[in-house]
């Protein structure tokens, strides 16, 4: 399949969706990856709780489905994801401003942006953002809290929230300190400046930067090489890592303990010893 920067990377053939939803937030599955495409391409795929309600549904099946063993999220046209939708009323969930009560935003915020991050970090497959626009806000926490991300030279990461008048959400001020450190944490989201892909890379928020057309090709061969390897082994590691900066040592260590006892149950744990004494390529089948 070819594609352009304002094309999806989603590699199914469109179909009629049966539920409008489903022509906001496309899916498909092939060869055991799970592509999760945005496509509201005319609001940069700014996110409405309808949208990010599918989207949590579809990690939350992917993360169970023993046939899904890698996730790749991205978007169609220029932009990856401008956050949240802001234009208040219904369509969004955020009353309007004269109508909220003590509790309405933290309310909001903890089962809207915040499910949708833990939902990506919590998915017990490996998950791929593949950035091919302008990311911000929530749409740049959304990327970041993927385990592996690629993006486009041509794309951008953008602390918006300050331009807003805004607190960030989406988990943004768990997830940069973590990743780049508080005091780069802090001059993103104090000024808000947008960040180039290239710069991203350098901070170590991006695992690589890609010419426009290459990225659905990297994606690809991302994916699929996580799809073929100890599924079960790679949720673990996964879980390890994420809560690794939250925990002593003590506590790290006996996670590392637990998961290993829970690994060495696994059939693909066996194949991989097996394999290794026998001088082979193992053959992984995600059990």
Not at 77 to 90: I, T, V
Not at 110 to 134: F, M, Y
Not at 230 to 247: E, H, I, Y
Not at 249 to 276: H, K, L, P, S, W
Request: aromatic letters at 4%; one cysteine or more.
């Amino acid at each position: 399949m070819t594609s352009s920067p304002e094309d999806s990377v989603n590699p199914a053939e469109p179909v009629e969706p049966a539920d409008p939803v489903d022509s906001l937030v496309l899916h498909a599955t092939d060869n055991q990856v799970s592509w999760i495409t945005l496509n509201r391409p005319e609001a940069l795929n700014a996110i409405t709780p309808d949208q990010r309600e599918r989207l949590i549904q579809h990690l939350s099946h992917a993360s169970s489905d023993p046939d899904v063993r890698a996730v790749v999220i991205t978007a169609t046209g220029r932009g990856f994801c401008a956050g949240a939708d802001l234009r208040g009323g219904p369509s969004t969930g955020r009353p309007p401003a004269g109508e909220r009560v003590a509790g309405d935003v933290a309310r909001t915020i903890r089962l809207g942006a915040q499910r949708l991050i833990g939902a990506v970090l919590d998915c017990e497959k490996p998950v791929i953002a593949a950035v091919n626009g302008t990311a911000a806000g929530l749409g740049a926490h959304l990327a970041l809290a993927c385990d592996l991300v690629l993006a486009a030279d041509s794309a951008k990461f953008i602390e918006v929230f300050v331009r807003r008048g805004l607190v960030p959400d989406g988990g943004g001020a768990y997830l940069l300190p973590r990743l780049i450190g508080p005091q780069r944490a802090k001059e993103l989201m104090f000024f808000g400046d947008a960040l180039t892909a290239a710069d991203a890379a350098r901070l170590g928020l991006v695992n690589r930067v890609v010419p426009p057309d290459d990225l659905e090709k990297t994606a690809r061969d991302w994916a699929e090489r996580l799809a073929t390897g100890p599924t079960r082994a790679l949720a673990l590691t996964k879980q390890l890592v994420n809560a690794s900066l939250d925990t002593d040592r003590t506590t790290a260590f006996a996670a590392e303990a637990a998961a290993q006892e829970i690994n060495m149950t696994t059939t693909d744990a066996t194949e991989g010893v097996a394999a290794f004494a026998e001088r082979r390529t193992p053959h992984y089948r995600g059990r």
